[in-house]
């Protein structure tokens, strides 16, 4: 597990929202299940885009290339967790979305996750990988609190 400075590390993120953990999530030790994780992060992206950027998804596309996650502690019922998002990579036609996933317990945050994924500009009706739209990466700059 690496050395991790939450609040240090939060203040990198400006999105953060809490996440509704279902009765299907959790394994019988009232855990939440490592498949799940993948689901949180893709919840949290797309409301990610609508506050970072309010993404059109009609007008351009974007594919999941690459996942990572790496577990610290469990997410527990019923601790409220916290999801937090932020782009840490522009590229031309790719970029990179990272995550921390903390719970409250017993008054304390803790980190329980942390991950990114590569995401990918793309065209549906041409089947290919498209350049990032400049009005994208510039909302993407302007909403982040450290420079990417």
Not at 124 to 146: D, F, T
Request: proline residues 5%.
């Amino acid at each position: 597990m690496r050395n991790i400075d939450l609040p240090e590390e939060r203040k990198k993120y400006r999105f953060r929202m809490q996440l509704d953990i279902r009765w299907s999530d959790m394994d019988e030790m009232r855990h939440v299940n490592n498949a799940v994780y993948l689901t949180y992060f893709e919840q949290a992206r797309v409301y990610y885009f609508h506050e970072a950027c309010h993404w059109n998804w009609q007008e351009i596309g974007v594919i999941l290339a690459n996942a990572h996650v790496e577990y610290i502690r469990p997410v527990v019922f019923p601790n409220p967790t916290f999801v937090h998002v932020r782009t840490s990579r522009l590229g031309n036609k790719s970029f990179e979305l990272q995550y921390l996933i903390t719970s409250q317990v017993n008054g304390e945050e803790q980190l329980t996750t942390t991950g990114y994924t590569t995401m990918v500009m793309y065209d549906y009706v041409s089947g290919k990988s498209v350049p990032m739209p400049e009005h994208i990466r510039e909302r993407l700059r302007a909403y982040e609190p450290e420079n990417i």
